[in-house]
């Protein structure tokens, strides 16, 4: 993944750390956001020329996000969905659009994030960038219940560099179900992944489910003669 996001656990991290990027440096994103939003995401919807459009869209964001954040708790998101909605498949949007999501999932409006993410995933246009939102989308389907809806968006990430997170949140799913045996098979899937660097978290959800075992063994036969 690119620069900015490496070293973030989890995507809610990777896109607080851009939003953060974007606040300390938005004088500069300005004058040449969309070259830099392009290096930084590897997006490379642009030429070596910006488009009149594209630096009015990197103008408008930066409004809106100001605007946004200096609202505080009490901030409407209309502008903010107005701009997505006048800008889909753009890149700005499309952080728009995350923001968002994250937004709802901290106010508890988990179907209003599921819409956010299912639309976002219908019209982004770079797909490195898919498992993202899948594993957001698949944790918010988890939340919902809809278990099913949550195992089958984590299965379509194969990305070596999500299949951790991707297997640590199918164990989770599965231990909802009631499933320990599933579980505890995609939990070790994880570790498997993690190619020696294994969360302190996802180590412990896997002994966990090892120490559960072992208190339900049956208890061995003792021999006639004992």
Do not use: C
């Amino acid at each position: 993944m690119v620069d900015i996001i490496e070293g973030y656990e989890t995507e809610e991290q990777q896109v607080d750390a851009i939003k953060k990027w974007w606040g300390e440096n938005g004088t500069m994103l300005i004058v040449g956001a969309v070259i830099g939003l392009a290096g930084l995401w590897g997006w490379r919807y642009y030429g070596e020329t910006v488009s009149t459009n594209q630096e009015k869209a990197s103008t408008e964001f930066a409004q809106v996000l100001v605007k946004y954040d200096a609202k505080g708790e009490d901030h409407s998101s209309a502008e903010m969905q107005t701009f997505i909605a006048d800008n889909k498949g753009n890149s700005y949007a499309t952080l728009g659009s995350l923001l968002l999501a994250k937004e709802a999932v901290e106010a508890g409006d988990f179907a209003l994030a599921k819409t956010q993410l299912t639309d976002l995933l219908a019209s982004n246009e770079y797909a490195p960038l898919n498992p993202v939102i899948e594993l957001r989308l698949a944790r918010v389907n988890t939340e919902l219940g809809d278990y099913d809806a949550a195992l089958s968006t984590l299965n379509n990430i194969t990305d070596e560099g999500f299949l951790v997170k991707a297997n640590q949140s199918k164990g989770i799913v599965y231990l909802k179900q009631g499933n320990v045996e599933s579980a505890r098979g995609a939990f070790q899937d994880a570790v498997d992944a993690s190619e020696g660097r294994v969360d302190p978290i996802l180590q412990l959800q896997l002994d966990d489910l090892a120490v559960a075992k072992a208190d339900i063994a049956p208890a061995p036969k003792l021999d006639a003669a004992q």
